[in-house]
């Protein structure tokens, strides 16, 4: 009995392991998916997000529209100056969102006109098996 249950333990540390660095790993590809992304954003390419976002995001969101109100919210702020990342985080369930993949990403960055901002981008595991923007969130710093 004491033996079923060392390895019962020991089968439950190495599964909790094993997610650990699936998660870890997964963490990081999301993490470069959003960096990526942003320097279509930093560069103007609105358009082109969104044609990089996840299906989910296009399906919420039309082209036209992401354009215009990206437009308004990033003009005003300036070129940025420099980002950092802050940390990021593994969920399988995020509110008004279907079930799935996602990492919470987020960055602060130094905006030229508008000084210093947290900006929170959600990359999710899309049908292709890549992860793709699934929601964009700026605000200012704390």
Do not use: C
Request: glycine share 6%.
């Amino acid at each position: 009995m004491k033996r079923l249950f060392s390895i019962a333990v020991m089968t439950s540390v190495l599964y909790s392991a094993a997610f650990a660095q699936d998660t870890a790993a997964k963490r990081v590809a999301a993490e470069k998916s959003a960096q990526n992304w942003l320097v279509l954003v930093d560069s103007g390419h609105y358009g082109e997000s969104w044609q990089e976002a996840a299906t989910f995001f296009q399906s919420k969101v039309s082209k036209a529209d992401w354009q215009t109100d990206l437009k308004q919210v990033r003009t005003p702020l300036g070129p940025v100056r420099q980002r950092a990342l802050l940390g990021s985080i593994y969920r399988s369930d995020l509110p008004n969102a279907p079930k799935g993949e996602y990492v919470i990403v987020q960055f602060k960055t130094e905006f030229a006109t508008k000084g210093a901002f947290v900006e929170t981008v959600t990359p999710m595991l899309d049908k292709d098996g890549n992860w793709r923007v699934s929601g964009y969130f700026v605000k200012p710093a704390q």
